[in-house]
């Protein structure tokens, strides 16, 4: 599985994000490759997750079904709910 955190237009809140996703999925003992990408470069084939703040999820060019949305792209609590429950 490829999961890809995305942000809106720079690369270090993904770069973030990206570091948190693989925390949470160690925590977890889930295995996936995680990379980070800008929302202008993603497609719906570009991976089988995406994990992205509300504020981009709308524009997102990907089906929603694909998308773990967050209130808050910093709290880990709600990443590690959210992805917890997406991939059980």
């Known amino acids: 599985m490829k999961i890809l955190a995305v942000c809106g237009s720079g690369l270090g809140s993904s770069f973030m994000l990206e570091m948190n996703v693989k925390k949470v999925l160690k925590k977890i ?8 990408s800008d929302l202008a470069s993603v497609t719906p084939n570009s991976a ?26 910093i709290s880990m609590p709600e990443l ?3 992805l917890t429950e997406r991939l059980k």
Do not use: C, T, Y
Not at 29 to 36: D, I, L, P, Q, W
């Open 29 to 36: 003992g889930f295995e996936a490759e995680v990379e980070h």
């Open 80 to 82: 590690e709910e959210k």
């Open 48 to 73: 089988d997750l995406f994990v992205m703040g509300r504020d981009i999820a709308e524009s997102a060019p990907v089906p929603k079904d694909k998308i773990v949305i967050l209130n808050s792209i």
